[in-house]
């Protein structure tokens, strides 16, 4: 089932969704399940799945020389989904990114998705590989997430890479994309953000999720600002727990988000990381709060490492 269609049915009643990531090269799957089989019992609508580009590393050689070889630490996106569906019966949503990804990579993935019966994919650029500071496509790839969404509709469509094809199989993807509340950070404005992200609803983006946000009042202008702007779709909240007094430096930098003050004063007068945990987990349950009397359409957790603190705060609003 599309997100779309568990929108529609919901008649205005706010979802609950989680974020995973893949495991990371080599491990199994069973800490996947041991991290999600207690969230379940909140019925989320969807379980959305990350997607991982390769990172260059140095191997050293038996002479002591550096090799650099590709790592793709976290494989396994399109085969996670299908688990998730298989285990849950919970529809999954498959993230692909542009970068590192050819058209043809990604067009083999997308008949993977649509052979398992996955209906949900969100379309991102994918950030620079550590180390890099400019994000640059892949030879024979996408450099705007609207191009990777122009791929998808195209299938949709019936259309593969091979023009020539015969008999092509129309996909029914139903496509979400990113929005980011306090802007995209390589945005010159909001006003110019916005633009990009009418093009990719224009283009046929169902929905928006967006980058996590610590200040609901970001998230409440920012769908103002959508409105305003003509964007007209849902606009589905990320919330991530803050549990570390490290999360203080690591999420502005990676993120690039603001943590309000109050939260960051109330973390700084924390003597253990047990008592950080709490200040988070009330923080994030005062925003689910408030969003759900919002009335917006899903809260959508990324659960990661931390799936105790997002069922913490989820069991307070059923
Ligand atoms: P785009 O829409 O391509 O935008 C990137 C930048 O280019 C923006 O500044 C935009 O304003 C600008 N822009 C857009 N179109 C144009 C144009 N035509 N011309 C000029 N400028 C343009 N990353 C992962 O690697 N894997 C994941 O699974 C993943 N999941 C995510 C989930 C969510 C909900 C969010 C919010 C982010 C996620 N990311 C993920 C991170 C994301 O890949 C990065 O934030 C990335 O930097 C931007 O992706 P995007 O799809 O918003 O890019």
Known sequence: MKVTEHLDAAQGRTLISFEILPPLKGKGINALWEHLDPLMEYK????????HRSESMFKRKSDGTFDKVEVRKRPGTVGICAAVQNR??????????CGGFSKQETEDALIDLNFLGIDNVLVLRGDAPKNEAIFEPQPGGHKYAIDLLAQVQRMNSGLYLEEDLKSPVKTNFCIGVAGYPEKHFEAPNL?????????????GACYVTTQMFFDNQKYFAYVDACRAAGINVPIIPGLKPLTTKKQLSIIPRTFHVDIPEALSEAVLRCKTDADVEQVGTEWMLQQSKELKAA???VLHY??????????NVVKELV
């Not at 006003?191 to 283009?203: E, G, M, R, S």
């Not at 990324?302 to 069922?311: A, D, E, I, Q, R």
């Open 44 to 51: 989320p609508a969807f379980i959305n799945v990350t997607y």
């Open 302 to 311: 990324y659960t990661l490492g931390k799936p105790h603190v997002v069922s």
């Open 295 to 297: 009335g917006v359409p």
């Open 191 to 203: 006003k110019t953000d916005l633009q990009f992200l009418k093009a990719k609803v224009d283009a």
């Open 88 to 97: 849950y019966a919970v529809d999954a949503v498959a993230h692909l990114i």
